[in-house]
């Protein structure tokens, strides 16, 4: 059975930093490609980040691109946000999220291409 748990949210001012975590469990997390979304109070759930099985190719939202920087070790079975210049509407629940096809290259922007969930960290930027 596949967990994810994520942790490292909190608050921070704008202009700060944060680094996420997300530990995963009950497969080989290397053949996965992994993904971060977050979801403000009110708002559909939107994509952050993603990363492909091989950690060669990393994808993100235009929003964050430039200031946020996703990672995974392997060996840890760990995946990362490094989120940098944190802005107030970078608040939101940000939540990893495994695609379960081993090996896979197709698309990862959207969240009905995950199976697998964590259960969120909250993230508050204050101005």
């Known amino acids: 059975q596949v967990q994810l748990v994520e942790s490292g949210g909190g608050l921070v001012q704008a202009g700060g930093s944060l680094r996420l975590s997300c530990e995963a469990s009950?497969?080989?997390?290397?053949?996965?490609?992994m993904g971060w979304f977050r979801q403000a109070p009110g708002k559909e759930r939107e994509f952050v980040a993603a990363?492909?099985?091989?950690?060669?190719?990393?994808y993100y939202a235009n929003s964050v691109k430039g200031r946020f920087t996703i990672s995974r070790d392997n060996a840890k079975n760990t995946l990362y946000l490094q989120m940098n210049s944190l802005k107030p509407e970078d608040t939101a629940v940000y939540y990893c999220a495994l695609r379960d096809v081993p090996y896979y290259r197709g698309s990862l922007g959207r969240s009905n291409e995950y199976d697998y969930w964590g259960q969120g960290t909250q993230v508050t930027v204050s101005s």
């Open positions: 990363i492909s099985w091989i950690a060669g190719s990393t």
């Open positions: 009950g497969r080989t997390f290397s053949h996965y490609p």
